[in-house]
């Protein structure tokens, strides 16, 4: 297995979120995370991703396996489409970054300042890189937010090249991305039981 979680339970600002996950990813195999807004999805992610301590449980992965990708693009807006893909590549070790900027269109692009890209552009810039990354396991969440139709169906291609090379992936998201072979869970059945607490507001879960 890439990663394997086993009875986990995760918290945000010390509350418990989330109790019981269990979850496993082979090469090759991805899986959907479900559930409503403040249910915990992001807080598993980071959690996974290493971003967080777990409350309880065991959470095994290969070393340097994760890269994660959350709201925020991580890109640096002083710096062109193509340097900043070479700025992540040098950080994960190198690399040609010609095959990500094919993959999400970014040719045309390249010499241009991410500050000066439209959300949807920066997405995409995002989202490349994951593969100059050249990390087994993507941990995304809501990847698919600004993409327009054609960008979701260069996400939703770039997942499953992943996958065909023996990658695996975590995706939480709200809107069907037709990755017919991946699996589905719904984390709702994990909430947390909140207890002993006063005028407690779960809104910030």
Not at 31 to 44: C, D, H, M, Q, S
Not at 192 to 198: E, G, I, K, P
Request: no cysteine; net charge negative.
């Amino acid at each position: 297995m890439l990663l394997s979680a086993e009875n986990l339970s995760v918290s945000r600002g010390g509350i418990a979120v989330l109790e019981g996950v269990t979850l496993a990813l082979a090469p090759g195999q991805a899986l959907i995370l479900r559930g409503p807004n403040g249910a915990g999805k992001t807080t598993l992610l980071r959690t996974l991703a290493g971003l967080q301590p777990l409350l309880k449980g065991t959470l095994q992965a290969d070393e340097g396996a994760l890269v994660y990708a959350g709201h925020a693009d991580g890109n640096k807006g002083a710096l062109t489409v193509r340097e900043n893909l070479e700025f992540w590549a040098a950080i994960f070790g190198g690399g040609d970054v010609h095959p990500a900027m094919d993959t999400y269109a970014l040719a045309s692009l390249a010499d241009r300042p991410a500050a000066q890209l439209s959300a949807g552009q920066k997405r995409r810039l995002g989202l490349a890189r994951l593969i100059v990354a050249r990390r087994a396991v993507w941990l995304l969440d809501e990847p698919t937010v600004s993409l327009d139709t054609a960008a979701t169906a260069m996400f939703v291609a770039a997942v499953r090249a992943h996958l065909d090379a023996g990658g695996s992936a975590i995706i939480a998201t709200h809107i069907e991305l037709g990755l017919d072979e991946a699996a589905v869970l719904d984390i709702t059945p994990f909430k947390a039981r909140v207890t002993a607490l006063d005028d407690f507001d779960e809104a910030f879960l």
